[in-house]
């Protein structure tokens, strides 16, 4: 960024986005099994962190 006079700018983050719709009894239980989808297949672990909101 400084290298193109962006001086303002001190982090950039480039990533994306995954909703996923899960059938569960419980908040919890969402949360658990999309944590394990993104561990088995939407997530890179070598170059990729992943968070799980549920809304």
Not at 33 to 40: D, E, I, K, Y
């Amino acid at each position: 960024m400084n290298n193109l006079g962006l001086h303002a700018v001190s982090d950039v983050r480039i990533g994306k986005h995954i909703d996923l719709v899960v059938e569960a009894s419980s908040p919890e239980e969402a949360k658990t099994v999309a944590a394990h989808a993104a561990r088995q297949l939407l997530a890179n672990p070598v170059m990729e962190t992943f968070e799980v909101e549920v809304v």
